[in-house]
């Protein structure tokens, strides 16, 4: 007979052997998917025999798990800002750095405001959605190049009741799109050098989608052209915040300013890094007035 307690314990051991640097939480969110248990059940009643069947279930996902795969992709779901959003192969798992995105956004825009937003390669549809949900009277478009990424982002959105205020397209950037359509826009592209990629984490690197990170040779490959393209789209005094790698701030912020942005600054994480720029189209056009 195995018991929860027993389980949790087997499965940390086999992911610290695995190398998972998290071993202890990713056993227990492994049990409780596989169990059907709460954490608070895990701890108040450890002595619980675990069913044949979800003793098999936790052994699958701790196999895969050792192989890498991450807990999030295991399971189908990950949280980001407030929701649960399911996640496949073909999305990026959406990360708590890109929350900072979200955060600028419902500060910029009070809970009230009618607006329109743009996300530019918006895989699971995280950073839409999130903000989406916060802004009731806000409607958005996401944009990705994957018809495989848009229709996880289409499901999300219908699974939150969503569905009414956010439309999908596929297309290259913005491509198609007018001009002067939006008063928030934001992304957060592929950003990662081409060569670093392989040096990365096997969590990423094994099972996140290449297209999804991969930013050229130096990682700034959809920034050169998002940053003209993201100031057409932007209405007059409209904003956008777009994140980066922790570093590459300042050269982002140089392509921004070339487009035309005003009041553009680099706004730190919650790890301390440098990780989003944000700023403003003029409201008198692009161009800062003349005296
Ligand atoms: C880093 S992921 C971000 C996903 C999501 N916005 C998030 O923050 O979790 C980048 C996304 O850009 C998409 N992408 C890559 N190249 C693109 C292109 N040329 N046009 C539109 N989207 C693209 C990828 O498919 C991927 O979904």
Known sequence: ?????QAWKDAQTRLKTAGVDSPAID???????????TRVEVVTDPYRELPDEAVR??????????RREPVSRILGRKGFWKLMLAVTPDVLT???DTEV???LSLRHFPEAMRFSMLDIGTGSGAILLAVLAERPAAKGLGTDISDEALAVARDNAANLDLGGRAAFLRTSWADGLGD???????????YIRSAEIDLLDPEVR???PRLALDGGPDGLEAYRILAPEVMRLLKPGGMFAVETGWDQGPQVRDLFVAAGASQVEIVKDLGDRERVVTGLKNSLGNHPPTR
């Open 1 to 5: 007979m195995t018991t929860l307690v």
């Open 27 to 37: 056993a227990r969110l492994l049990l409780e998917a596989a169990a059907g248990v």
């Open 57 to 66: 279930t936790l052994a699958d996902y701790v196999e895969r798990r050792s």
């Open 94 to 96: 959406p990360r708590p």
């Open 101 to 103: 995105v979200v955060d």
């Open 180 to 190: 002067a359509g939006f008063d928030l826009v934001v992304s957060n592209p592929p």
């Open 206 to 208: 094994d099972h996140e």
